[in-house]
């Protein structure tokens, strides 16, 4: 049983940093999205920048400290995003990614607490 536990919790820790590759990605890709489409919905929000997306001339020196848009992108689409079939359609796919990331941190708990 110890086996199976351990088997799956080292496949949700593979399947929770995937999920968290991707999710940055497609947040870093909203954002380029956001700068180059709706330049001054960006600056509205604040400028942001992504985890390895920078827009031209960035004043912010880091992702931490920005990422309120991260958490609202989540549970909301932004008013920008709502006629813009690409946006959308990263923001699916983004929200996706963080579900399954939530999934595997689910699942590793699970499987260490009944490990115990």
């Known amino acids: 049983m110890t086996e199976l536990l351990n088997g799956l919790a080292i496949g949700s820790v593979a399947v929770l940093g995937i999920s968290k590759a991707f999710a940055v990605g497609f ?34 020196p880091s992702f931490f400290g920005q990422s309120h848009a991260w958490n609202r992108w989540l549970f909301n689409t932004p008013d920008w995003a709502r006629d813009d079939k690409r946006a959308l359609g990263t923001l699916f796919r983004f929200r996706v990614a963080e579900g399954l990331a939530a999934a595997g941190i689910v699942v590793v708990l699970c499987a260490v607490m009944m490990a115990n």
């Open 27 to 60: 947040y870093d890709s909203l954002l380029r999205r956001q700068f180059e489409a709706h330049y001054e919905s960006w600056e509205a929000d604040g400028s942001h920048r992504g985890m390895n997306w920078r827009p031209p001339a960035s004043r912010s």
